[in-house]
């Protein structure tokens, strides 16, 4: 059992940076590929990043690549999605979830019905 909490959201301008974090509990994190999506009003929740159990694969949705980057440490139970050059578009609600199933895997999977666990949400919001 995993459980995440999600904080760092906020209100940025367009070009701003924020760090998200996902703080988890559960012995089993430290072995479940970890991810991102989010969800705009009106839109479906879509995927943003993935990371191996081990930290050192990671995958991002196109939009997002070179302005994002998702991290995590293990010995803090967190994993992060820092968010630079921020746009308009970023805005949603911001979720972690984890990949329990898969434990100690190097698949990372882009399809939120293959994450069992999830967190609360954190709204990021970007002004023009």
């Known amino acids: 059992q995993v459980q995440l909490v999600e904080s760092g959201g906020g209100l940025v301008q367009a070009g701003g940076s924020l760090r998200l974090s996902c703080a988890a509990s559960g012995r089993t994190f430290s072995s479940c590929a970890m991810g991102w999506f989010r969800q705009a009003p009106g839109k479906e929740r879509e995927f943003v990043a993935a990371?191996?159990?081990?930290?050192?694969?990671?995958y991002y949705r196109d939009s997002v690549k070179g302005r994002f980057t998702i991290s995590r440490d293990n010995a803090k139970n967190t994993v992060y999605l820092q968010m630079n050059s921020l746009k308009p578009e970023d805005t949603a609600v911001y979720y972690c979830a984890a990949d329990g199933k898969s434990r100690r895997s190097l698949i990372l999977r882009t399809n939120e019905g293959e994450y069992q666990y999830w967190g609360q949400g954190t709204q990021v919001t970007v002004s023009s």
């Open positions: 990371i191996s159990w081990t930290g050192t694969l990671t």
